[in-house]
């Protein structure tokens, strides 16, 4: 894929990004670790006993597969966008872009930075959530691809954000008012037979709800959607996001004048 | 000659409308020590954003050792290192690890990234700060710190924008000292300053440019002898009573106040004769020099021309 300097160039991009959110693990690995570990002790433990089954599964089996998905793609988001954004704004960025470093090299190093930080909070998660439900993973390469999948595109949601950012403000505004609302309506918490049709069709507009799902089904075996399906909409997705990646470094948005 | 750098016809216009540069055209030769210089807002820091691609051009070439920056990317940005006017930085970082760093991105191995470090660190005296971050360092360390990172791979062609801007007396000369042994070892240095004594000392050859155009672009030296006359400031052994009227031509003296005088002395008179005649007046002059640099007063007068134009 790379040549030589060019291997190097993304090993450095990398290891920088790993290196900047491992220094900073009480603000990174440690808040999400907390969070999700009260939605495993309220809603899991303490809820969930009185709910009873979810989808032919006890309340907290079912949740943990959504609840690790929801920890990766706000990580891997929130990685993207809050390194990329400090970089453009401390200017950092700039010595990235007078060196010999193409596009899809930065574009990649920054994006598997973004991965690892999601992959990384999905372990601390995973491991957190044996002491509370008993995991069989059913399909591991689904399992693996999915999560693998979500945390890219949500790395490249996370880059596309941060080149058009102008604030702080900016940063947090797409976090807020789209990403969470979509993952809370994506299924984590509830099966979506529960919903009356209307709002079952609606949630099939909804990306996420195909990404939960497809990890649900890697964990459970069981799911609400058609994973070929999933997959398939994850693929485009992919390759729509990283093409408006590269043509935004390559246009220089945000980042040259 | 090998050109490091040929711009032809170089325009930039901003978004907001603002034509930053009219049409520059410029070579620098391999090996040179070159000053570019100009007011704030003149174009040096747009024409440097050109060169390293951080600025998109509006129209003409840029060719650094002969090749075209759009067509030979990886060869002229490994030719190209920039140390810019803003610290840009990872205030966080490790001093080390930013070197390391830079010297990844284009594509030295761990290893020798390191002793590159170490090589740079040493020679910019900030080795026994290696671990500390870099928001701990002193401005000038700072500076120090860009140039660092710069030669981390060691490019033919560094440019330096104000890189001794509020940087003391001790440190700016000890970066001069520096700076004239990676020229001498055959590095291409373009340096833009506001201290036009450092430009002076510096650099063989200069560009002035002013509301985006090059209004000057020549030889150092020749520059110099271009100055129409030089004001001296000479201090006396002894009081003096009165400004001396000295029998000259093209001699103009004023006196300072009791222990000095002005003497301003057109091109072509021999200062010897000044000596003589204040030594006839019972002037005996203890030390003398001039009342502001050689280049400040060639620099002001070619912007004032351009002004006027």
């Given amino acids: ?257 | 000659m090998t050109v490091a750098i040929s711009i032809r016809d170089l325009h930039k216009t901003y978004a907001n409308g603002f034509q930053a540069l009219k049409g520059i055209s410029l070579e620098v030769e391999q090996g040179d020590f070159f000053a570019l210089l100009g007011p704030n807002g003149a174009g040096k820091s747009t024409t440097i954003g050109v060169i390293s691609t951080l600025v998109k051009r509006s129209a003409g070439d840029v060719q650094v050792f002969g090749k075209n920056v759009d067509t030979h990317v990886y060869e002229t940005k490994l030719d190209l290192g920039v140390v810019p006017q803003e610290i840009n930085f990872n205030q966080f970082e490790k001093v080390q690890d930013i070197v390391i760093t830079q010297a990844g991105y284009y594509g030295l191995p761990r290893k020798q990234a390191q002793e590159r470090a170490e090589t740079y660190l040493r020679k910019l005296g900030l080795w026994e700060k290696r671990n500390d971050r870099s928001r701990s360092l002193s401005g000038g360390m700072k500076r120090r710190l860009m140039i660092a990172r710069a030669l981390a791979h060691e490019p033919r062609l560094l440019i330096l924008d104000e890189p001794t801007a509020g940087v003391d007396i001790e440190l700016r000369r000890s970066m001069w000292e520096f700076l004239t042994e990676i020229n001498a070892s055959g590095t291409t240095i373009i340096l833009t300053t506001h201290y036009l004594e450092e430009a002076e000392q510096l650099c063989r050859n200069i560009a002035i440019i002013d509301e985006g155009l090059i209004i000057e672009n020549t030889n150092m030296k020749k520059l110099l002898t271009e100055l129409d006359s030089q004001t001296f400031i000479f201090d006396s052994v002894a009081t003096i009573s009165e400004s001396p009227q000295l029998a000259l031509d093209n001699v103009c003296v004023r006196k300072v106040d009791d222990k000095s005088i002005e003497v301003t002395v057109s091109h072509g008179r021999n200062i010897n004769e000044v000596f003589a005649a204040l030594g006839d007046k019972g002037i005996i002059v203890s030390s003398m020099r001039n009342k502001t640099n050689r280049l400040e007063q060639l620099f002001l007068s070619r912007l004032n021309e351009n002004g006027a134009k």
């Fill in chain 1, 1 to 257: 894929m790379f040549s030589d300097h060019r291997y190097i160039a993304f090993e450095t991009i990398v290891i920088k990004e790993v290196r900047r959110f491992s220094r900073i693990w009480l603000q990174t690995l440690v808040p999400p670790a907390i969070t999700i570990g009260l939605y495993f002790v309220i809603f899991g433990n303490l809820v969930g006993r009185r709910i009873g089954e979810m989808g032919g599964f006890q309340y907290m089996e079912f949740i943990v597969p959504g609840l690790i998905m929801m920890s990766v793609i706000q990580n891997s988001y929130s990685n993207v966008v809050s390194s990329f954004f400090s970089q453009k704004f401390q200017k950092t960025v700039e010595e990235l872009l007078v060196a010999p470093v193409p596009n899809y090299v930065i574009l990649s190093g920054v994006i598997v930075g973004g991965m690892a930080r999601g992959l990384a909070v999905g372990v601390i998660v995973t491991t957190m959530s044996l002491f509370f439900a008993d995991l069989s993973i059913q399909y591991p390469l689904i399992t693996v691809l999915t999560i693998l999948l979500t945390s890219m595109l949500f790395s490249l949601m996370g880059f596309i954000n941060a080149v058009f950012a102008n604030s702080f403000d900016d940063i947090s505004i797409i976090p807020t008012f789209i990403l969470t609302p979509l993952i809370y309506l994506g299924g984590v918490f509830y099966s979506v037979q529960l919903l009356p049709s209307f709002w079952q069709i609606v949630s099939g507009l909804n990306p996420i709800f195909y990404m939960v799902n497809t990890f649900r089904y890697g964990i459970l075996g069981s799911s609400d959607v058609n994973v070929y399906w999933a997959f398939l909409i994850l693929g485009v997705f992919i390759v729509g996001l990283y093409t408006s990646c590269i043509w935004l470094l390559r246009n220089g948005n945000g980042i040259r004048s």
